[in-house]
Each structure stands twice: as structure tokens, then as C-alpha cells.
């Protein structure tokens, strides 16, 4: 009788265990005797993976081949696409308008931290005068002292505002620098001989449009549409003024030179992109003529240094057109733009640039009319 009722309870504890996976568990140890048999085949199942890895695929023949082949043909057809004449001759233009301003915009950089490092703020407190309406006009006037393009400008100027200099002075002095030095005048006199008109024309019409454009900075500008500087300005004591200008330097110059190469870039896109047959659909309207030699001065992006004898070339456009040219070539172009939106924020460039391109066409046509 109790091997009997021995049996049955061990009959009924293993119904229980199969009914409960747990139950079947070392009370003593938490085991799970089927968790050890998932993990074993959990175990072999990695290893069956581990073992495929080493396989090869059955397509290694085709991936061998087009590991082999499709670089030498990815080569050879860029090789191709850039030999032909339109992309090479986008490479020399790109390449030439970075180039040629590049010495500049050494200068401007190397210039503007200079000026940030050694040059107290209370100098410019004396030089200009008080009244802001008053410091526009010595400021675009004082740009003669800049033998450089709008390149260097752009750097100098954000030094100025940066050393409390007004916003409207520093913006009429970066507008005056590049279209008024002795350099940018002697090369127009070569590039029109026997036309002081033409120099005088351009020297008028630029400082006009420099100083109309500080006092509008002055009536309607905003601080807001500004970026503030990501350097310090100005010398800090105890450190030294050679450590301040060489950071000073290399920032500006790095944060400008990306821009110049966007803005050069836009240039020789626009220099390959348009046929000459455009040009002369243009020369025949005295009006139109104006604000197409506008607009091609902007997209252009020719150095001031060297604008004057591509005007003088444009021999089919009024002397009209050709002054707009000049004087809003310097003063607004895609590489400008491209530096001033790097600078001082881009809803600053949009709204300058815009401005200054209406003032500089409508100086130029009203002071061209009765010069030329």
C-alpha cells in the first residue's frame, strides 16, 4: 500500500512540473534546466553564425570585379568631364578671382587684427568726429588710406564697429576703401586714357554712394540685424598684444577665406554659364545697358584693382554703364556678399547689399549724366 501511494505522489509532482517549467528549478540554486537547454542551443546557433562569416558569398566573383573596375572607371571619367574646355576654363576663372584676391585679403585680415591689438579705442574717439552724422562723411572719406579691394575691407570694418567706432562710420569706410584708394584711381586713368572725366566720374560717384549709405545705416538700420563678434576686441591687459594680433589674424582670415572661395566659385559659374550673344543683346538700351553692367558687376566679382580695365573693354556700352560698373563692382559682389553674410550675419548682407545696389546705380547715373 504505500509503494502504492509512494508512486502516486511521485506521479502527480511530475504532472505539476511539467505543468510549470519552474517548477523543475534547484531550489537551492535558481537553475533552470531548460534555460540551460536554450542557452546551449543559443551557443550552437553563434557558432553556426560565427562558422558562415568566414564563408564566402557565392556573388564574390562579381564584388571582386566591381572593387576592381569601377574606380578606374569613376577615374577616368572625371578625368574626362574636366578636360573639357568649359570646366577647365570655370577652373581658371574660380581660380584667378580667389588668386587675385587673396594679397588683399591678407592685407585686410592682418590689418584688421593690428588694429584690434594696438591700436587703443581712444584713437578713433579723436579722429572721428562725435556726432555720428558727422564721423560718416570722414570715414568715407578717410578710405583712401586703404591701398586694398572690398576683400580687406570687409575684416577692417568689423574691427572698427568692434573698437567702438558707430556701424554707420565703419560700413561708410568699407564701402569708400576699395572704389576711392590711389591704387583704384591710377588704374582707372590707365584703363581710360586721356579721360580724366572717367576718374573723376568714379571718385564722386563712390563717395556719394559710401556716405548716402552710412547716413541711411544711420536713419534706418537696426543693431539686431548685426551679428555680434565671436572674438574678443581690443587689447586685454596682461596678455600679449603679439599673441592677441596672431589670433586676431588667423580667425579672420580663415572665417573670410572660406567665403571668398564660395563667392569665387559663383563668379566663374556666372563667367562659364552666360554666352557673350547676352552681352550684346543689352548694349543697344542706355537703361538696360545700366543695369545689366550692374548686375554683371555683382556676379562677376572682378578685384577694384583690376575692374577698370574690363569696363574699358566693354566697348559697346555707354560711358554710363561702364561708370555703374565701377562703382558698383566694389562695392557689391558675390564674393562681398558672401564675406559681409560670414561677417555680420546674412539678414545684414541681404538688406546692405540691396541698398547700396540702388544708391550706387542711381549715384552713377545721376553723376555720370552730367560728367560724361
Known amino acids: 500500500m504505500r509503494k502504492t501511494e509512494q508512486l502516486a505522489t511521485q506521479e502527480a509532482v511530475e504532472a505539476r512540473a511539467g505543468a510549470d517549467p519552474g517548477a523543475g528549478a534547484d531550489p537551492g540554486t535558481g537553475a533552470d534546466p531548460q534555460g540551460a537547454g536554450a542557452e546551449r542551443d543559443g551557443v550552437a546557433r553563434d557558432g553556426a553564425a560565427a562558422a558562415s562569416v568566414g564563408t564566402w ?29 568649359a570646366v577647365q576654363a570655370w577652373r581658371t576663372v574660380c581660380l584667378a ?34 556726432r555720428p552724422a558727422l564721423a560718416v562723411p570722414v570715414a568715407g572719406a578717410a578710405g583712401v588710406v586703404l591701398p586694398g579691394c572690398e576683400c580687406a575691407s570687409v575684416p577692417v570694418a568689423n574691427s572698427l564697429i568692434g573698437r567702438g567706432v558707430t556701424p554707420a562710420a565703419a560700413f561708410a569706410f568699407l564701402l569708400s576703401a576699395p572704389a576711392v584708394n590711389p591704387i583704384v584711381l591710377t588704374a582707372t586713368a590707365v584703363a581710360f586714357p586721356g579721360s580724366p572725366e572717367m576718374v573723376l566720374a568714379r571718385l564722386l560717384a563712390s563717395l556719394v554712394t559710401a556716405v548716402a549709405m552710412g547716413w541711411l545705416w544711420l536713419a534706418l538700420g537696426r543693431t539686431e540685424w548685426l551679428r555680434p563678434a565671436v572674438r574678443h576686441t581690443g587689447h586685454h591687459p596682461g596678455h600679449s598684444r603679439w599673441s592677441e594680433f596672431r589670433r586676431g589674424f588667423q580667425h579672420d582670415f580663415l572665417h573670410a577665406g572660406g567665403f571668398l572661395v564660395v563667392g569665387a566659385m559663383a563668379a566663374a559659374t556666372f563667367n562659364v554659364a552666360v554666352p557673350p550673344s547676352v552681352l550684346e543683346t543689352f548694349s543697344g538700351s542706355p537703361w538696360l545697358s545700366v543695369l545689366f553692367l ?3 558687376a555683382i ?74
Open 57 to 85: 558569398p557565392r556573388s564574390w566573383p562579381l564584388l571582386l570585379l566591381a572593387a576592381a573596375v569601377l574606380p578606374g572607371v569613376l577615374l577616368f571619367a572625371v578625368g574626362r568631364w574636366a578636360d573639357e574646355p
Open 97 to 130: 578671382v580667389t588668386v587675385q584676391a587673396l594679397p588683399f585679403l591678407l592685407l585686410g585680415t592682418a590689418l584688421s587684427g593690428a588694429i584690434n591689438a594696438f591700436v587703443p579705442a581712444r584713437v578713433f574717439n579723436r579722429l572721428l568726429p562725435k
Open 299 to 372: 556676379l562677376l566679382a572682378v578685384c577694384s584693382e583690376a575692374d577698370a580695365f574690363v569696363a574699358a573693354s566693354l566697348t559697346g556700352f555707354s560711358p554710363v554703364a561702364r561708370l555703374t560698373f565701377m562703382v558698383v563692382g566694389p562695392m557689391v559682389d558675390v564674393k562681398l556678399i558672401a564675406l559681409q553674410a560670414g561677417t555680420f550675419g546674412r539678414a545684414f548682407a541681404i538688406r546692405f547689399s540691396a541698398a547700396t545696389t540702388v544708391v550706387a546705380i542711381v549715384s552713377s547715373a545721376l553723376i555720370g549724366a552730367v560728367l560724361l
Open 294 to 296: 550692374a548686375a554683371l
